[in-house]
Structure formats: C-alpha cells, structure tokens
C-alpha cells in the first residue's frame, strides 16, 4: 500500500517483483514517475491490479506510466470479509474484490452489509464481470435481495459447478454464467421471469435445468454451446 501523500517514485522500484499482484496507492493524484519509464522496468503491470481512491480511477488510467495496469479499481464504501460493496442510497451493490482468488470454493453472497455509520443496507445489486474469470469458485448461492444480477457476472469460471439463486430474484441476467463449462447444477426460483440472451452460453457441462412457472421470455441464444 503506498501512502496518501506520495509525490514521487523514482525509477526501478519494483523490477523483479514477479509475485506482486496488487498495488494499492491511496494519492489522490497519481504519483509522479521517472521520465524515462524505469519505474516499473521489468514489472509487467497486466498482470496487475492497481486500487485507488475513490473518483480517481479516470485520473490513473490516462496518467504516464499507471495507465499500463491489467485492471484499475476504486476503494469500496464497505468491505466485508472478502467482498466489496459500493453504498447506492440505502443499498449496497456488490462489486467483488480486487484479489478474485480469495473466493475459494463455496461462497454465499450476504444478503446485507452493515455500512462504517452502523447501518443495515440490504444488497440489492451486482456490478457486471463481478467475479468473472474467478478459477477457484465452485459454488455460489446468491440471495433474493438482489434485484440486479449484474451481466456476466460469472462469466468464465471454469471450476463452477453449481449455483443457487433464491427467491426474488427477477431475471438471469445477460452472460451470467457464460463459459462456466463445469457448471452441471442451477437452481432457479419462481421470481424469475426473463432469461436475457447468452445466460448459459459455454455451459457444457449442464445436462438438465428446470425452469419456473412464471417465465414470460428467454432471449436468444440462451442455451447456445450447451452440448
């Protein structure tokens, strides 16, 4: 973690630091760096992912030498346990973490989060791409809270097999488990009315599925790659 009031970082500070995931910088500003890029010589930065403060992500990413990140993520509002969450009014809307890899095996999203003022927001939202590419989630129960699943939110974690979603939910949202090639069990609930295009695209894996009574629509290519 680098400290709010750095100004500066000279040049090769972080060669040869291949372990090195997650940098957090908490300047408001992005530091400076060496003209001649040295900074970060020999650290490949796609690989990855820089936090910053909040409102700042627009400034790193067109800033010398920052905008070359894998990915660039903002601070959370709250953080429980390993999962993020942005405050919207009296909600919370679930925006994973940046470290995907601490979601190991089964993982049950909270219904609500208590805010850093003591209150109770239910969360009623996933951010899209949330744990896309997660290769270590195998199973995932998400709760009737939420009413926007967020698009393919799980897209492309391939050691998935199984996810529950509880009643209330509305919809399966565009792409949600595209590519989740493992996946063999899905639990739909009576909230759910619309099945939105690509949902289960790449699930090889799925060999039956029963869909709720009150389904009015499922879009095209919902179970396209579903052998």
């Known amino acids: 973690t680098l400290p709010s009031k750095l100004a500066k970082i000279e040049g090769t500070v972080f060669r040869n630091c291949p372990s090195l995931k997650t940098i957090t910088c908490l300047a408001l500003t992005p530091p400076e760096m060496r003209a001649d890029g040295t900074t970060f010589n020999g650290f490949d930065r796609s690989q990855c992912t820089l936090i910053v ?26 953080k429980d346990g390993d999962f993020w969450f942005k405050i919207n009014g009296n909600a919370a809307t679930l925006i994973a973490s940046a470290d995907k890899s601490s979601f190991v095996g089964n ?19 996933m951010t899209d791409s949330a744990f896309a590419d997660c290769l270590t989630l195998t199973s995932v129960t998400i709760p009737g809270s939420v009413k926007v699943p967020g ?42 009315t619309h099945i939105w295009s690509v949902a289960f695209d790449g699930c090889k894996s799925l060999t039956s599925l029963t869909l709720p009574s009150k389904l009015a629509k499922i879009e095209g290519t919902v179970f396209r790659n579903c052998p």
């Open 53 to 78: 403060p909040q409102g700042c992500s627009s400034a790193y990413r067109s800033a010398e030498g920052w905008h070359d990140f894998g990915e660039i993520v903002e601070l959370p509002d709250i």
């Open 107 to 125: 993982v049950y999203i909270p219904s609500s989060v208590t805010s850093n003022s003591g209150l109770t927001l239910a969360v009623t939202a």
């Open 151 to 192: 698009m393919y939110v799980f897209r492309g974690c391939k050691n998935l097999t199984s996810a529950t979603l509880q009643n209330g939910i509305p919809y399966v949202d565009t792409g949600m488990f595209r590519d989740c090639e493992n996946l063999t069990s899905v639990s739909i609930p009576e909230s759910v």
